[in-house]
């Protein structure tokens, strides 16, 4: 059984974006990349159509997975999210009890995590920790760095 994942609106749209580029542009490429190495001569020898033949298996497993996921993806209501604890869409600030330092994190699902914007996985070992916490709680998170003790300061939308 498929694993239900909850998205934002644009997060579901920038997948379906991506599963009709597959589809459309990337699987016409890959088909031409195996009809040019195949026209190249004896297939027992041509590693360009081995590779052409790998790549195009590659997309195809991308194009399957994108559409499993689409399929069970459901959209967040942010009008329904409730802000007395951490949940996904929310967007936290904690400090870092050990060192003072502030961070924001809004928490999204894995496919539109990106630390640069200050979004991070749900899955993610921070993430886990601070789902279902509430303001003035504490949450220790093994990090790569070691252990890290964060205070929840703020939750907001």
């Known amino acids: 059984m498929a694993?239900?994942?909850?998205?934002?609106?644009?997060?579901?749209?920038?997948?379906?974006?991506?599963?009709?580029?597959?589809?459309?542009?990337?699987r016409k490429a890959a088909t031409q990349a195996i009809v040019d190495a195949r026209d190249k001569g004896d297939l027992s020898?041509?590693?360009?159509?081995?590779?052409?033949?790998?790549?195009?298996?590659?997309?195809?497993?991308?194009?399957a997975k994108l559409e499993d996921v689409i399929a069970n993806a459901r959209i967040v209501d942010e009008t329904q999210i409730?802000?007395?604890k951490v949940s996904i869409l929310t967007t936290v600030k904690i400090k870092n009890t050990?060192?003072?330092?502030i961070m924001k994190y809004t928490l999204?699902?894995?496919?539109?995590?990106d630390l640069k914007i200050g979004k991070i996985s749900v899955d993610s070992p921070i993430g886990k920790a601070l789902l279902g916490k509430?303001?003035?709680?504490?949450v220790d998170v093994q990090v790569p760095a070691g252990k890290v003790t964060f205070q929840i300061s703020e939750i907001t939308i």
């Open 3 to 26: 694993q239900i994942g909850y998205y934002t609106e644009e997060g579901l749209q920038k997948m379906k974006d991506e599963l009709q580029q597959l589809r459309t542009v990337e």
């Open 45 to 63: 020898e041509n590693a360009e159509y081995d590779a052409a033949r790998e790549a195009q298996a590659l997309l195809e497993l991308r194009i």
């Open 82 to 84: 409730d802000l007395t």
């Open 98 to 101: 050990n060192n003072g330092a």
């Open 108 to 113: 999204v699902a894995e496919n539109e995590a």
């Open 134 to 138: 509430k303001v003035g709680e504490k």
